[in-house]
């Protein structure tokens, strides 16, 4: 435990951030999932509408600072690469 006072300070606010960071990421991680498993099964209608939250969400994480932009658009990029391939063959 800290010994300082800014530095207790410093650990609380941590611990609050953490908690936020978490919260974007997994947000993130579940439109993804969702997206990547419709697509799988085929469900394009549902995938769209996934995809397109999974979209907003990391563009909130990265605008946030959470995870780093180009980490967001590569993202992103894949997850509508596949779309377009699934749509394609369909």
Do not use: C, P, W
């Not at 990265?62 to 394609?88: C, E, T």
């Amino acid at each position: 435990m800290a010994n300082i006072k800014s530095a207790a300070k410093k650990a609380r606010q941590s611990l609050v951030r953490r908690e936020r960071n978490r919260y974007f990421k997994a947000t993130a991680r579940t439109y993804l999932k969702r997206a990547e498993t419709q697509l799988a099964t085929r469900d394009l209608e549902e995938a769209e509408v996934n995809i397109r939250a999974a979209i907003k969400a990391l563009d909130k994480a990265a605008q946030k600072g959470i995870i780093h932009r180009n980490n967001a658009s590569r993202r992103k990029s894949r997850l509508m690469k596949a779309f377009n391939k699934a749509k394609a063959t369909t």
